[in-house]
């Protein structure tokens, strides 16, 4: 089967409560292809996606970016795990998955950036992926807060895709070079 041919085969690779949230939660296949592609350039490109969920950015770009590497830091265990399974299941070896907040990642490991709006569970009561994880307005801003400093001490050159961004963590140094084919993908380059 050709999982990576629409979003309704490549859901299929996850449980049924995991492939249900996927519509609010998950990156659709056509924007994670498209900033794949932007973010995939160079060689050796290490790739950090910025509360990777069940992996399906890193997944999908994985497939079509084998020289690069693509690793998923997400503070929910139970969702790590799952995209370990599927990475595995597909035989890829381009991909890594870590546990954890991502304000504990040393952002200068990697050279380009994917964010789909992690810190906006925050700012909800319902449609949350689960109730694991305390939620608040301060976490928001706080969040927020860490990932703009983060951003702000990276080299010129630095590539980052947002969708459905707030623009909350986007430091004035970063330029919107263009949009995906849905213009809630943005792709931003630091100058
Ligand atoms: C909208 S989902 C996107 C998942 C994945 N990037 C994708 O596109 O398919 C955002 C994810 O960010 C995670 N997240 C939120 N805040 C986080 C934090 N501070 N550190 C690590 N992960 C976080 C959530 O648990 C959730 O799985």
């Not at 299929?12 to 409560?17: A, K, N, R, V």
Request: hydrophobic share 35%; charged share 20%; aromatic share 14%.
């Amino acid at each position: 089967m050709d999982f990576f041919s629409s979003d309704q085969q490549f859901d299929q690779l996850y449980p049924d409560s995991i492939s249900a949230l996927a519509s609010r939660h998950w990156t659709p296949i056509v924007i994670a292809k498209e900033a794949a592609h932007f973010l995939a350039v160079g060689s050796n490109t290490r790739i950090l996606d910025i509360g990777s969920g069940v992996g399906k950015f890193c997944i999908i770009g994985a497939k079509f970016h084998p020289n690069a590497v693509f690793t998923g830091i997400e503070q929910r265990d139970s969702l790590t795990q799952i995209a370990q399974s599927v990475a595995h299941e597909l035989s890829l070896n381009n991909t890594e998955f870590l546990t954890g907040n991502f304000t504990d990642i040393d952002f200068t490991r990697y050279h380009h950036f994917y964010f789909y709006n992690a810190f906006y569970e925050n700012l909800i009561d319902n449609d949350s992926i689960d109730q694991t994880i305390k939620h608040s307005p301060e976490l928001f801003n706080l969040y927020n807060r860490k990932l703009y400093k983060q951003l702000k001490k990276l080299p010129v050159g630095t590539r980052i895709a947002t969708f459905h961004s707030s623009e909350h963590e986007m430091p004035s140094s970063y330029q919107v070079v263009g949009t995906g084919s849905n213009e809630d993908l943005k792709f931003w380059v630091k100058i």
